[in-house]
């Protein structure tokens, strides 16, 4: 799937502006994305759309990555969407 988010092109083409070459920029883009944007701390979603050309084929058009936050802990506010039992 090819990826088509503003920032991560932009980083592309900021490290070849500064000179690295393709292969480069693009092993310390992916290295980025997969370690940072992706990592074990962040809860990543992906923005996903098609071509008007190519309705077939889906494009990644931007990634959003919040950081994971704690659990909360087990009270009143706890109820999920579709739990509507009251906890004691």
């Known amino acids: 799937m090819m990826i088509e988010d503003w920032e991560v092109g932009a980083l592309f083409w900021k490290l070849v502006d500064q000179g690295h070459s393709n ?44 950081k994971i936050s704690a659990p909360r802990p087990k009270g009143d506010s706890d109820r999920g969407l579709f739990n509507m039992e009251q906890n004691p």
């Not at 992916?30 to 074990?40: A, H, N, V, W």
Request: aromatic residues 16%; contains cysteine.
């Open 23 to 66: 292969d480069d920029a693009a092993k310390e883009v992916r290295d980025k994305f997969f370690s940072e944007l992706c990592g074990p701390d962040k809860d990543t979603h992906f923005l996903v759309g098609t071509i008007l050309a190519y309705p077939k084929s889906w494009v990644v058009i931007g990634v959003f990555y919040p």
